[in-house]
């Protein structure tokens, strides 16, 4: 079996799963939104001093395992360094203490292989990453091949929702209070479709948040038809994205990961647009779309099978990441 700790944002999660039969075995979360809400947004420090009590908490329930244990795997990039730390900590005593390997394992990756829990992994997949910190295009062909077809120039998706919510004074998380608000709405404020009139594959979402500032200070519409409206478009703009790259690529199978993939008007759309452009759509389960160890354990079962450890001396946290760019 293989132990996977998650801390690179506000969720503290362990997670175990069995190398061969590919199962999830063991998953707790502890989330921190309610501390972190009162500030509208997190704060790392904040968040790092409550992964240092949640995940001793969560290990403690995970003991029975330990004989069982070949590698530790733990989430070192991309996030917040201070809370990235927590983790890294973690595995190394576990690493130091039971005598197994470190598997150090790529956040974003793990974004992907949280459509792969307790399954095989379906390759090649075009993958549509809508998170709080990123927004991108990726082709995935297996864990050591996967490139970049485009991403965000500025604010991501998730991001944009949390700040429209904040200036509509709204709760953090933004993404499902703005889905909920947006329900009651309608989409009737015109707003500008974001680079529109470029030729690239990329996303930028502060023009639109601008927008939505001057439209509430504006004083002329209900919160409801500002949520119903900004949602529609920042939809609108990934749609808009994703066809470009479906026309280029041609992908029989397109997933969409992330903690904005939980949003069903997002889901929806794309089914049409799964429909129209004859490719299978997948997302995670909806337990599995926000951060979790699962995503992270079951990436690092592909990582152990290829003996991709890492010493304990050498493995440190990296707040950044790149993918190589696509052809
Ligand atoms: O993947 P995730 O849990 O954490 C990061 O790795 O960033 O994503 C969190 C982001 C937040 O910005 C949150 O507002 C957004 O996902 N989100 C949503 C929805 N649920 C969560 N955005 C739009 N609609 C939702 N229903
Ligand atoms: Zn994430």
Redesign the pocket.
């Known amino acids: 079996m293989i132990l996977a700790i998650e801390s690179?944002?506000d969720?503290s999660s362990i997670a175990i799963t069995d190398i061969k039969t590919k199962k999830l075995i063991f998953h707790k979360k502890i989330s921190q939104e309610l501390e972190h809400s009162k500030y509208g947004g997190v704060v790392p420090e904040l968040a790092s001093r409550l992964h240092a009590e949640a995940l001793p908490k969560i290990l403690e329930d995970t003991k029975e395992f330990f004989p069982k244990l070949k590698a530790v795997s733990v989430t070192n990039a991309p996030g917040l360094s201070v809370t990235l730390q927590e983790g890294v900590m973690m595995a190394k005593a576990l690493s130091i203490s039971l005598d197994i390997p470190i598997i150090n394992v790529n956040?974003l990756i793990g974004?992907i292989y949280s459509l792969f829990i307790d399954k095989e992994e379906i390759k090649p997949m075009m993958v549509l990453l809508?998170?709080?910190?990123?927004t991108k295009i990726l082709q995935f062909k297996g864990i050591d091949d996967i490139c970049e077809i485009g991403s965000t120039l500025d604010d991501?998706?998730?991001?944009s929702?949390?700040k429209c919510a904040k200036m509509l004074g709204l709760n953090y998380?933004?993404?499902?209070e703005?889905?909920n608000l947006a329900k009651r709405g309608e989409n009737i404020i015109p707003l500008p479709l974001p680079l529109r009139n470029s030729s690239d594959i990329k996303f930028s979402y502060s023009g639109l948040k601008n927008a939505i500032r001057l439209v509430i200070e504006e004083n002329r519409y209900k919160n409801e038809d500002i949520a119903a409206s900004f949602q529609s478009k920042a939809i609108e703009h990934l749609i808009f994205m994703s066809k470009r790259a479906i026309k280029k690529y041609h992908p029989k199978n397109f997933a969409i990961v992330?903690?904005?993939s939980?949003?069903?008007k997002?889901r929806s759309e794309f089914e049409k647009l799964s429909k129209n452009f004859n490719f299978k759509l997948y997302y995670p389960e909806f337990k599995y779309?926000?951060?979790n160890a699962a995503m992270i354990a079951r990436a690092s079962i592909e990582l152990y099978n290829k003996k991709r450890f890492i010493d304990y001396k050498d493995l440190d946290v990296k707040p950044r990441v790149e993918f190589k760019k696509c052809d």
């Open positions: 690179s944002c969720d956040h974004h809508v998170s709080g910190g990123h991501s998706f998730g991001e929702f949390d998380p933004g993404g499902p703005i889905e992330g903690g904005a939980a949003n069903k997002l779309t926000s951060d």
